[in-house]
């Protein structure tokens, strides 16, 4: 960051394509796959596009708006993302990461995640599984969760919370985050 306030998007629109495109497509590409990741991040610009006039500052930034706008578009494609997530669980991981970045990358990614913790994502109810995943695929604070998706700061906080008790009740107690080897030594 330059320090430099981001440009409004009515004004210079260009500019929050060029500064954010990468991100929300990468976001994207976690959630649903790369094959659907150029697809969202195109409809999300489309419609920020549209909108830009009525962006708030006051309410998000746009990074921030720019996820509420990404996570509205995936929940279009929600029912892709679902059967992408069950059929990751029937079917396990993806060996194909070759380096230890890619590795990394895939072990949070809809491809990479383990079968069982795949399913259990899959099962939460769309605002639960929304929340989850822009803090842990997009790294977005409570703050930036609540104003990208327009709920208060206490409704994060509840479907985090939820998320997680149902995560960890589905994986039988485990640590979804911790690999089979880390949890038995």
């Known amino acids: 960051m ?26 994207a590409a976690k959630r649903l796959g790369p ?5 969202v991040a195109a409809q999300t610009f489309l419609e920020a596009f549209r909108q830009r006039r009525r962006y708030d500052p006051e309410r998000a930034t746009v990074r921030t708006w720019l996820y509420g706008i990404a996570t509205k578009v995936i929940g279009k494609h929600q029912r892709a993302e679902t ?17 230890h970045a890619e590795r990394v990358e ?15 994502i899959a099962a ?11 803090v842990a ?7 930036e969760v609540a104003a990208a998706l327009g709920i208060s700061y206490g409704t994060v906080g509840s479907r985090l919370s939820r998320a997680r008790t149902r995560l960890r009740k589905a994986l039988g ?6 690999t089979l080897e880390e949890q038995h030594g």
């Open 173 to 178: 107690g485990t640590n979804p985050v911790l």
């Open 83 to 99: 059967r992408a997530l069950r059929l990751r669980a029937r079917l396990g991981p993806s060996r194909s990461a070759e380096d």
């Open 35 to 39: 094959d659907a990741a150029a697809d």
């Open 2 to 27: 330059t320090g430099d306030p981001p440009p409004r998007p009515a004004e210079r629109f260009d500019e929050v394509f060029d500064r954010h495109f990468a991100e929300i497509h990468r976001y």
């Open 137 to 143: 695929l997009a790294d977005l604070s409570h703050e």
């Open 124 to 134: 939460l109810p769309r605002g639960q599984r929304d929340v989850l995943l822009l």
């Open 106 to 120: 895939a072990r949070v990614s809809a491809q990479g995640l383990r079968p069982d913790l795949a399913g259990a």
